[in-house]
């Protein structure tokens, strides 16, 4: 009997920023699918659109009027998740816990441009909203109520986003979610262990196996990390490590945005669509401790794999057991990797 071969065999792979462990079956992308198919992204936007509650100039949904704005555009959310005036309030009963949470969610506007996704966006335009995103991480976070600041974007139908002009959220609240608890714990522990970041030795380690990296630039890695879930996840990280991004300089910036839209160009060149997905920055929280053992990072959770219209569904095991993938992460990077930095519409 032959040895075990990650390539083709059955294995669980760990994720040491969140301590959970995740199932991988290789041999499983070569079955037929007859199951749901997803409708392509049409790229037929115009530039403008006069019912767009996003565009400038135009009437939001709770009927504020936007600006005629034309670089990234900032508003508090007209429908906002979490609030800051709400009363304080707690139930402490056993099995029967509660507690009232307070905070301010906020809409970012890439561009004014209704048909300009991130991969589409220049360096500059790009560069811009990455620097709305750090005035906004520390604006926010030097709030006495506020300890975590999380940005994120849906992209796309499939992804539950509700309006196809490009744009994300930021979501800054009092207690540190689930998720990032998790990592903040597990690096943490690394960090008195090993008097080194993680993350840091993860980079590291990483560009020297050269396996899984899809680019890099002076100052930052795009990776599918060695635990991912989705058939293209990808994480995006920094060489030397910084705990939020309020750390970067106007050149780390740069480079942050820069492979921003690199794996979103990639993305979109994989099945010359746009690509949907929910990507956020992970970082330190802003309750004033010392988080030196932090360092940020993006998180890429695409849902398509075999086309532009078969996704990867979380359900049945990955819902009731662990998380499943169907192609090792190492397939998946050289993919990706092999994929143009330059968008096939702009060739």
């Not at 689930?178 to 903040?184: A, G, H, L, R, T």
Request: charged content about 20%; glycine content about 6%; overall charge negative.
């Amino acid at each position: 009997m032959s040895g075990f071969d990650m390539k083709n065999d059955t294995h669980r792979r760990y994720n040491p920023l969140t301590g959970e462990w995740m199932l991988v079956s290789p041999h499983r992308g070569k079955r037929p699918w007859q199951g749901q198919q997803e409708t392509p992204v049409s790229l037929n936007l115009p530039e403008y659109d006069e019912t767009c509650y996003l565009c400038p100039g135009n009437s939001r949904a709770g009927g504020v009027q936007n600006p005629k704005y034309n670089g990234p555009f900032v508003f508090t959310n007209d429908f906002s998740a979490i609030t800051p005036n709400i009363s304080d309030g707690a139930v402490d009963d056993d099995l029967f816990q509660a507690k009232s949470e307070k905070g301010i969610c906020r809409v970012i506007c890439f561009s004014p441009y209704h048909n300009k996704t991130v991969p589409q966006l220049s360096s500059n335009e790009m560069f811009a909203v990455a620097k709305v995103w750090q005035r906004e991480y520390v604006e926010l976070g030097s709030k006495e109520f506020i300890n975590h600041i999380q940005i994120f974007e849906n992209k796309g139908a499939a992804m539950g986003c509700s309006n196809p002009h490009p744009h994300c959220q930021i979501w800054a609240q009092q207690s540190i979610p689930e998720i990032v608890s998790k990592e903040n714990f597990r690096q943490k522990t690394y960090f008195e262990q090993h008097t080194k970041p993680l993350l840091q030795e993860y980079v590291e380690q990483e560009l020297q196996r050269n396996e899984r990296v899809i680019a890099e630039n002076d100052s930052f890695v795009a990776l599918v990390p060695f635990w991912a879930t989705w058939p293209f996840e990808v994480m995006v990280l920094p060489k030397i490590s910084k705990p939020s991004i309020a750390a970067l300089n106007d050149m780390e910036l740069r480079n942050f945005s820069d492979m921003y839209r690199i794996v979103t160009c990639k993305y979109d060149n994989l099945f010359k669509t746009s690509f949907p997905y929910s990507a956020g920055v992970h970082q330190a929280p802003t309750d004033g401790g010392n988080y030196d053992y932090w360092t940020m990072h993006m998180h890429f959770y695409p849902p398509l794999f075999r086309s532009a219209t078969v996704k990867k569904f979380m359900v049945g095991y990955e819902m009731m057991a662990e998380p499943q993938r169907d192609i090792t992460a190492e397939q998946g990077a050289a993919i990706l990797k092999d994929l143009s930095a330059e968008h096939y519409l702009h060739k």
